[in-house]
């Protein structure tokens, strides 16, 4: 059996690839700065689907948030990550993947002292099915409407990730949270 170690992409400032970390060793109160993505995920009625992370998770336990985030392994295109990670933790294959923020960048620090620091693509896609969750990754789900997503963002943004919170002021364009418009066809 060969090495299983989940790795992460470390990054230097500009963005540029520097080194490889095992995952495990990387999110703590001095995290380097590293690749990861997010996915938005639809169902056909055009609701967006919520998770809850599990309580076992290092960065934001039992916190609401997208439908999923990742680390792509070293050399592996991030498409096939948000992939295979939607398999991984969703049981969900994805249609119609699309990039719609290409630079999103983070950093936030949990209550614990956990400091998130990513260069982190997001995504959407259209979920074939339903989410069947990975206990070790989600402890609930929800599909919500996306204006119900933006106001509860409006209202509570604490109970959400950062990360989303963030993510969704960028797709609206208009600082606004996420709403229909964002899951319109690019504009070419």
């Known amino acids: 059996m060969g090495d299983v170690t989940e790795r992460v992409v470390l990054l230097d400032e500009q ?5 490889v970390a095992p995952k495990a060793t990387v999110h703590h109160a001095e995290t380097a700065l590293h690749l990861a993505f ?11 689907l919520l998770t809850r992370r599990a309580l076992t998770k290092s960065t934001w336990p039992g916190t609401w948030t997208n439908a999923f ?3 792509p392994q070293p050399f592996e295109p991030i498409p096939s990550a948000v992939e295979r990670r939607a398999v ?3 049981g969900l294959e994805l249609r119609d993947l699309r990039l719609v923020l290409p630079d999103f960048r983070y950093r936030a620090v949990d209550a614990s002292g956990v400091v998130e620091n990513e260069i982190c693509p997001v ?3 259209i979920a074939v099915g339903e989410p069947v969750l990975d206990p070790d990754e989600a402890m609930d789900a929800q599909w919500v409407r996306p204006e119900d997503l933006a106001a509860a963002l409006t209202a509570a943004p604490w109970a959400f990730s950062p990360w989303l919170v963030l993510q969704a002021r960028e797709m609206s364009g208009d600082g606004a949270g996420i709403t229909a418009a964002a899951w319109k066809e690019p504009a070419r």
């Not at 963005?15 to 080194?19: K, Y």
């Not at 997010?38 to 967006?48: A, I, K, N, T």
């Open 15 to 19: 963005g540029d690839p520097c080194g």
């Open 38 to 48: 997010s996915c938005h995920v639809r169902d056909e009625s055009g609701r967006l």
């Open 69 to 71: 985030c990742g680390h």
């Open 88 to 90: 991984q933790e969703l």
């Open 123 to 125: 995504y959407t896609a």
